[in-house]
């Protein structure tokens, strides 16, 4: 089992920066990934950007140049660095843990609000 605890989120003007924590803890081994998603009403669920295990990254088309992800050497925290944010980014953002078995982990959620 993981638990994942995310800390971060809150209300930002246009053009402004947040900073969103996971801290992962439990069964955390081998190759995983961690990431962020988000979820906008009436939206699906969506990639924002991920980590490998080994320091890969990958992010939405969307976000590419405004968001950075990062983790901890121990590898058990993940931070999302969001910069330049726009109305548009106003999301519940969820961490996610895939573990080597291909095990989906979820955090609770945090909100991004993003005021024009």
């Known amino acids: 089992q993981v638990q994942l605890v995310e800390s971060g989120g809150g209300l930002v003007q246009a053009g402004g920066s947040l900073r969103l924590s996971c801290a992962a803890s439990?069964?955390?081994?081998?190759?995983?990934?961690m990431g962020w998603y988000r979820q906008a009403p009436g939206k699906q669920r969506e990639l924002v950007a991920g980590i490998t295990s080994g320091g890969s990254t990958n992010y939405a088309d969307s976000v590419k140049g405004r968001f950075s992800i990062s983790r901890d050497n121990a590898k058990t925290t993940v931070l999302l660095q969001m910069n330049s944010l726009k109305p548009e980014d106003t999301a519940v953002y969820y961490c996610?843990?895939?573990?080597?078995?291909?095990?989906?982990?979820w955090g609770q959620g945090t909100q991004v609000t993003v005021s024009s």
């Open positions: 996610n843990y895939l573990d080597a078995y291909g095990l989906n982990y």
């Open positions: 439990g069964s955390i081994f081998g190759s995983n990934v």
